[in-house]
């Protein structure tokens, strides 16, 4: 692998954008009732038999130790007491439209991540502003003043440091890295706070005795490079400041997808169904928040000898409800040969093919 000189881009000003618990926060605007309590976007347990997954909450809610992505019965668990709400996804779409439109006021060049969040690179703005902090506060007060939602805001110099800005001080926070402050601010921080590096990467990272970004400075880029490939590459530039992937505005998501693997290999029928309902919902839920929706279905499937399969079924409508995947998941594993003759170690189930007018 080529090793290319350090160059850092300091000239940029980006600021990332992230909504404040964005579905529970409509819910609780919109209810005033709700106010104070611990309130769950998803499924009540208690009616459901016990499926589904949280898709956001209140602060409130988690102060329980509930969060996003956890199974709504073991939410229930840690919070018995909490407002459960299905969620209305419409209601959500529309105003995470009306926040991109206040983004539009300052800036064309806006990056969405998903429907709560986005980067915004301000270095030549509509309003002729130097100043990327007060364009970052213009636009938090506009979406109280109009919305009636705050939002926490990150600025700096590229979107690595933009996101972590933006997670550092919740809710309503605005954190600015400076070029000058960027290792000294990433020194302390837990590496797992690292954009980009997930629970895989930061076990391997934890068994290589790098816990805060100060650790990770003093690892040579080779080695990082000899554990991780290219994002070792990334690695190494990301401990010093570095990251210089612009803000792209005709980002293009071509697929959604969620997969699991499974230390308890799976055998029986209905416990792989069970499996892919869940995989089902979360893709459902990512779809709903990026706002998409797709014409194929995927199902992956992995089993104990590693043998695995991928199969594909094309659709005349485009799907994005929880039930349809989930149904089209179970038609296209019914079709498999082998099935569950053998133990599966993972099941995956993603959405391609997207439907633009969605």
């Known amino acids: 692998m080529l090793i290319f000189p350090l160059m850092n881009d300091t000239s940029r000003k980006i600021i990332h954008i992230d909504m404040d618990a964005f579905f529970a926060a409509v819910e609780i605007r919109d209810n005033p009732k709700l106010q104070g309590r611990p309130v769950i976007i998803g499924h009540d347990p208690r009616l459901n038999g016990g499926r589904g997954v949280v898709s956001t909450c209140s602060y409130e809610a988690r102060k329980f130790g509930v969060h996003s992505a956890m199974s709504t019965k073991e939410a229930y668990e840690r919070c018995p007491q909490a407002v459960f709400i299905s969620g209305n996804y419409e209601k959500y779409q529309e105003v995470g439209r009306q926040i991109r439109e206040i983004f539009k006021r300052y800036t064309d060049k806006i990056e969405p991540m998903s429907i709560d969040e986005a980067y915004l690179d301000v270095t030549e703005n509509k309003l002729g ?27 700096s110099y590229n979107k690595f440091l933009a996101k972590i800005a933006s997670d550092y001080e919740k809710p309503h926070g605005l954190t600015v890295i400076l070029p000058e402050e960027a290792q000294q601010f990433l020194a302390p921080l837990d590496i797992a706070k690292f954009h980009g590096v997930g629970k895989k990467t930061v076990e391997k990272l934890h068994q290589m005795g790098i816990f805060t970004g100060a650790d990770l400075l003093e690892i040579p880029e080779m ?16 401990a010093r400041g570095i990251s210089n992937s612009p803000v792209k505005s005709n980002r293009i998501r071509k697929s959604i997808g969620k997969e699991r693997t499974y230390a308890k290999h799976l055998y029986r029928e209905e416990d792989i169904k069970k499996e892919l309902a869940l995989l089902a919902q979360k893709v459902a839920q ?5 706002q998409k929706s797709g014409r194929t279905v995927v199902l992956k499937v992995r089993y104990e000898d590693f043998k695995t399969l991928t ?29 569950s003759r053998r133990g599966i170690r993972l099941l995956g189930v993603t959405v391609t093919g997207f439907d633009e007018k969605y």
């Open 129 to 155: 502003l130097k100043s990327a902090v007060k364009v970052a506060k213009l636009i938090q007060h506009d979406i109280w003043n109009e919305l009636r939602l705050t939002a926490s805001a990150g600025v």
């Open 311 to 339: 199969k594909r079924r094309s659709l005349p409508q485009a799907v994005k409800e929880a039930e349809q995947i989930e149904r089209i998941a179970h038609e296209i594993f019914d079709s498999l040969e082998e099935q």
């Open 286 to 290: 990512s779809l709903e928040k990026h």
């Open 223 to 238: 080695v990082l490079i000899d554990k991780f490939g290219r994002f070792g590459f990334d690695l190494f530039r990301k």
